[in-house]
């Protein structure tokens, strides 16, 4: 959900003529809390709150949350202070990754022109279902009873005519909502709206356009294409532009196979013990692993992210001799990595683990190590994923970090970014 706020003043509908508004955009309300919800019924009504502690952020929160200003990508801390009675709940991403799943499969039965752009929306084109399924309203009302029906989640869609505006439409009609916008009302529409509604424009470049008295939609439109490329770059500015006036003629493209999967996490406190951080390394290669494995993919190359307390970033890479999905390889080849990390005293601050070059799974070879009876190793970790799915994701952890967690749980690391 976007964190720019609806103006009182504008209206909540524009009408329902949805001719030529082939677009939609379906986008889960509060998905990871509401996938939470369902495995916690007990908690609705109730502020609640899925991220960890100390330096890691807000993942989402339920609405009974956000009135008090709490909204994701939030600083767990500033959330804390917001609302000191939320029920805050770890992530449990195997269960995020079976409803996005479980989502997507009723999105496709609508059509094959799907794009999901993240875990939780996606953009449709039906222009070619309406003989089937109806008007692009009437599909929108389907999607959102089919997936509340089935899957017990709630969603609001956007219909328009372009992507852009069906994006903006679907966060109006939050929450469990849809909204039509029709062409001739278009423009209408977001000329009532701020600029920072429109797509890329972010604090930095809503305040800069400020200081040129642009602060709505309608102000953009207005302002001189020349002195847009002026303030924001010749690219910037035009895109803006065509924004401001409905202009977006991108099309909706069936989604690309992803090319890497990883995971990385912020300690709550800088470390020099590469002992610990290494530990860290091998919960993310664990992680990285199960990704690999719930897409059926393997990885040809594991990179190793590190960044020390002074803010550098440094990056690693090895290609393996087989591609694989077996957490055991992907940390050997991390801990050698960061062995070869030259950190020159500094403290760490970060470290990810990322799985590249994906192929399914069908092409994996044994290794030598598997054909000498190593692929015990590759089972157990299958079984390992069974049990995590029945009982969730803290069921089970890597086998040298057992306890350590307990043992110095305000030390520990908590997860600041899945992806």
Known sequence: MSRWQVPASVRRGWGDDDDGCSILHVDMDAFFASVELLRRPELRGLPVVVGGNGRSVVLAATYEARAFGVHSAMPMAAARRLCPHAVVIPPQRAAYSAASRQVMAVLAEVTPILEQVSVDEAYLDVSGARRRLGRPAEIGAQIRARIRSELGLACSVGVAT??????????????????????????????????????????????????????????????????LQRILGSAGGRHLHDLAWGRDPRPVVPSRPEHSVGAETTFEADSTDLGWVERRVLELADRTARQLRERSTLARTVSLKVRTADWQTLTRSRTLTAPTDVAQEIFGAAR??????????????????????????????????????????????????????????????????????????????RVADLS
């Open 162 to 227: 372009s992507k852009a505006v069906a994006k903006l439409a679907s966060g109006m009609a939050k929450p469990d909502g849809l909204l039509v916008v029709p062409r001739a009302a278009t423009v209408e529409m977001l000329h009532a709206l701020p600029v920072e509604a429109l797509s890329g424009v972010g604090e930095a470049t809503r305040d800069g356009l400020a200081r040129w008295g642009i602060v709505s939609v309608a102000d953009v439109a207005a302002t001189d294409l020349a002195l």
């Open 336 to 413: 050698a990595l960061l062995a070869g990390v030259d950190l020159s005293g500094r403290a760490v601050r970060l470290v990810g683990v990322r799985a590249e070059g994906l192929v399914p799974a069908g092409n994996r070879q044994p290794t030598l190590e598997e054909a000498a009876g190593g692929a015990d190793r590759a089972a157990a970790e299958r079984a390992m994923d069974q049990v995590r799915r029945r009982f969730g994701d803290d069921a089970l952890t890597p086998g040298t970090s057992i306890g350590e967690r307990d043992a110095s749980s305000t030390t520990g690391p």
